[in-house]
C-alpha cells in the first residue's frame, strides 16, 4: 500500500502529536490534538492512517487516550512524536533483529550466528516494519534541511519497498545473483575466519541453513502458486549453482571450515557437522527448484510492464520515462561507438574497434596470469588510485585508506563490492567470483573495473557516507542504498578518471573504459526491450523492426563488448532474472552528470568539481528523485 492514503488521513487535522500502532483491526492510527481558538489544545482523537476511519475525539489526557484506544481492542502503542534521527536509529535496531543477514552485510555486530526467517511470515514482519516505519515518519519532526533530506530518503526507500512486497515481486524473486539463495551462502564471506568466537559464530549460522532454505522453497512455492512463478532459466540456472556449491568433494561449508584459523578441537566437531548439515541443505533446495518449482516456471525471460516499472523504480529511486528511456539508449551507443571508433585509431591508425580489442587482447605486457596474480594487481592499483587522488581531487577519509582486492571462494561470475562494517574492523573489498576456467586476464579491460568498484567508485561513495557522523543519521549510513544513486555514481567514476587525466598516456585503458561504458549504454536497451518485448527500432543499425528476447540480447551482448563469453553468459543470465537493476548504471551516470551541470551553472566561475563531488557524496545514498531535490541545496 502506498503512503498517499495515510497522508490524506491526517494531512488536515489541526495538530498530529502521536502514532499508535495497531495489531488489529487497523494497522496503524494517529493520535491528534485539536486545539481552541486560544490555541490551547481541548482534545485528543484517533484516526485510522489506513482506511482514513475517524475514532473519537475525547477531552482527556495522553495516558487517558492510551487507555481508550485499548478499550477499543487495538493493541497501541502510543508514542509522541520523533525526530527523523530516532525514527532511523529504531528501524536499524529493528531491521537488523529481523534481517541478520542485512546486518552482517551492513556490518552491524551482534547477529552473525543467525539467519532471517525466509518464511512467508518473515517477509509480513520486515514489511510490516517498514509500515510502521513509514507511517511514523509522516508524523515526524522535520524542522531542518537535513532532517528533511533525510526523511525523503527514507520515505521513497520505504514506499517502494512496501509497493513491491504488497504486489508479490519480494517473495517470488529467484535469479543468479541477488535472491536469498546467493544471499544466505554470500554472508559467510563477509565473516571473521580467525579464532575461537568467529568459528563458532559460523558453526552456529550453518547450522541455521537448513531451516533457512526450508522456509524459503515454501515461500517460493507459494508465490509460484498464487500466479508469481519464476522465470524457468532462473530455475535452471540457480539449480546449477546449489549443485556447484554442493559438490561432496568440493562443497563451499566444507571449504569454509578448512579455511578457519585458531579454531580449538572442542569446535571442530560441531564445524564439520554443520557444515555437512549446511551442505546437504543446499543440494537439497537444488532438487527442490528441479522437480517442484521448475514445472510450475513460466518460460518467457520477460517480466512484463507492471512488474517492470514498479523494478525501475525500487533501482533507480526515480519513475522514468521508459520510452524515452529506452530511445536515449539507442543515442549513447552511436555516441560511444564513434568515440572507440577514434581511439581505436590510436592504437593502430586505421584500426576498427574489433581489431584493436584483438590488439590489445594478444599484447603479453597486457595480460597477467593466475588469480591470485591478477588479485595482486587489482590491489596495488586500487592503493595507488587512492594516493594519486587523496588530497587532490577527493579528500578520502582515513579509514576508507585501506580497501582489499578478493577473489571469491565460488566461481558463478560477477564483480562486487563489499562495504566496510560500521566499526571500520572490516574493510571495503572488490570481489570477483571468477567463472570457471578462466584463469588468464587482459589488464586494459580491468582499469575501469578497479576504478567502478574502488576509488572514486562504490568504495569511495559507501565510506564517505559511513564517516558521517554529524550529517546522517544511522540509516542512512548502514542501510540506504540505490543502485540508481550508487552504480551511477560508479559508472560516473569510470569517465571522471578520463576526464582527470588518468588514462591519457594508456590508449588500451581508455578504450577498455569506453567498452565499459558502452556495455551500460547497450544494457539500457537491451532490459528495456527484453522485459518491455519491444521492437528494435529502425535507424539503430542492427537488426531493425526484430522483436527483444533471451536470443537478441545473447547477440546484442556480444556485438556491444569485449568480454569473454563465460563472463557474458553470466551477465545476460543476471539482466533476464533481474529486471530494472542494469539500466540503473548509465541513468543514474546520466543524472548525475546532469547534476554536476546545473550546479556548474548555479555556481559560474566559483564552481569547484572537487567541492561539488564533495558536498553531493555528503547527502548518503537515496533515490534519484530525492537526489534531483536535495543537490541544489546542499
Given at each position: ?257 578448512k579455511r578457519l584459523t585458531g579454531v580449538p578441537d572442542s569446535l571442530r566437531g560441531e564445524l564439520d557437522a554443520s557444515a ?41 529511486g526515480a519513475a522514468v520515462d521508459l520510452a524515452e528511456a529506452y530511445a536515449w539508449s539507442w543515442e549513447e551507443i552511436a ?172 590508449p588500451g585503458a581508455y578504450l577498455g573504459m569506453l567498452d565499459m561504458q558502452m556495455m551500460s549504454a547497450a544494457n539500457v ?110
Open positions: 500500500m502506498g503512503s498517499g492514503a495515510r497522508t490524506a488521513s491526517y494531512a488536515r487535522l489541526p495538530f498530529v502529536v502521536g502514532v499508535a500502532r495497531t495489531v488489529a483491526p487497523c494497522k496503524a492510527v494517529v493520535v491528534y490534538a485539536s486545539r481552541s481558538a486560544r490555541g490551547q489544545v481541548d482534545g485528543l482523537g484517533v484516526v485510522c492512517c489506513d482506511c482514513g476511519a475517524p475514532g473519537f475525539l475525547l477531552l482527556v489526557s495522553a495516558n487517558q487516550a492510551k487507555t481508550v484506544v485499548r478499550e477499543k481492542k487495538y493493541q497501541a502503542r502510543v508514542f509522541g512524536m520523533r525526530s527523523i534521527d530516532s525514527i532511523a536509529e529504531d528501524y536499524v535496531e529493528r531491521a537488523a533483529a529481523l534481517d541478520p543477514a542485512l546486518a552482517t552485510f551492513a556490518g552491524i555486530a551482534g547477529h552473525d550466528r543467525e539467519l532471517p526467517d525466509l518464511s512467508a511470515d518473515g517477509f509480513a514482519e520486515r514489511a510490516e516494519l517498514d509500515r510502521s516505519t513509514l507511517v511514523a515518519l509522516h508524523a515526524s519532526e522535520a524542522p531542518g534541511l537535513r532532517e528533511q533530506t533525510a526523511r525523503a530518503a527514507m520515505q521513497e526507500r520505504l514506499a517502494v519497498a512496501v509497493e513491491r512486497y504488497d504486489a508479490g515481486d519480494t517473495t517470488s524473486d529467484l535469479n543468479v545473483i541477488d535472491s536469498w539463495v546467493q544471499y544466505v551462502r554470500e554472508l559467510f564471506d563477509l565473516m571473521p575466519t580467525e579464532g575461537e568466537e568467529a568459528a563458532a559464530n559460523i558453526a552456529k549460522r550453518m547450522a541455521a541453513v537448513p531451516e533457512a532454505y526450508r522456509q524459503f522453497s515454501q515461500t517460493l512455492l507459494g508465490a509460484a502458486r498464487n500466479g508469481r512463478p519464476p522465470a524457468r532459466l532462473q530455475v535452471e540456472e540457480v539449480a546449477k549453482q546449489c549443485a556447484a556449491w554442493a559438490t561432496p568433494e568440493d562443497s563451499f561449508y566444507g571449504g569454509l571450515v555437512r548439515e549446511a551442505t546437504a541443505a543446499t543440494a537439497r533446495l537444488g532438487g527442490f527448484l528441479r522437480r517442484e518449482l521448475l514445472p510450475l516456471a513460466r518460460e518467457k525471460d520477460a517480466c512484463g510492464p507492471e512488474v517492470y516499472a514498479r523494478a525501475s523504480r525500487h533501482f533507480l555516441r560511444l561507438r564513434a568515440e572507440q571508433a577514434q581511439v581505436s585509431s590510436l592504437i593502430r591508425p586505421g584500426a576498427t574497434r574489433e581489431e584493436a580489442v584483438a590488439i590489445l587482447d594478444k599484447d603479453p605486457a597486457r595480460r597477467i596470469e593466475g588469480r591470485e596474480n591478477f588479485r595482486a594487481w587489482m590491489q596495488e592499483l586500487a592503493e595507488r588510485t587512492i594516493s594519486q587522488l587523496h588530497g587532490k581531487h577527493f579528500d578520502i577519509p582515513e579509514p576508507a585508506q585501506r580497501i582489499e582486492a578478493m577473489i571469491a571462494p565460488v566461481n558463478d561470475g560477477g564483480i562486487y563490492y563489499s562495504e566496510p562494517s560500521e566499526d571500520w574492523s572490516r574493510p571495503g573489498r572488490m570481489w570477483w567470483s571468477v567463472p570457471s576456467g578462466l584463469d588468464s586476464f587482459a589488464t586494459w579491460k580491468e582499469v575501469t573495473t578497479v576504478y567502478h568498484e574502488g576509488v572514486p567508485g562504490h568504495h569511495l561513495q559507501i565510506s564517505q557516507s559511513l564517516t558521517e557522523q554529524e550529517n546522517l543519521n544511522r540509516w542512512q549510513r548502514l542501510m540506504s542504498w540505490v543502485s540508481g544513486y550508487g552504480e551511477g555514481w560508479a559508472t560516473y567514476a569510470e569517465r571522471l578518471m578520463g576526464e582527470l587525466g588518468y588514462l591519457d598516456d594508456d536497451a537491451l532490459d528495456i526491450g527484453v522485459h518491455l518485448e519491444l521492437e528494435i527500432p529502425k535507424g539503430t543499425g542492427w537488426r531493425e523492426g526484430e522483436r527483444w528476447n533471451a536470443g537478441t540480447a545473447w547477440e546484442f551482448l556480444r556485438a556491444h563488448s569485449s568480454w569473454d563469453e563465460k563472463r557474458l553468459r553470466f551477465e545476460l543470465h543476471r539482466y533476464l532474472g533481474w529486471p530494472g537493476q542494469v539500466p540503473s548504471y548509465k541513468l543514474g551516470e546520466r543524472v548525475w552528470l546532469q547534476a554536476r551541470e546545473e550546479a556548474k551553472a548555479r555556481a559560474g566561475s566559483a564552481f569547484s568539481l572537487k567541492d561539488f563531488h564533495s558536498r553531493a557524496l555528503s547527502l548518503g545514498a537515496m533515490g534519484l528523485d530525492p537526489l534531483r531535490e536535495a543537490l541544489p541545496r546542499c
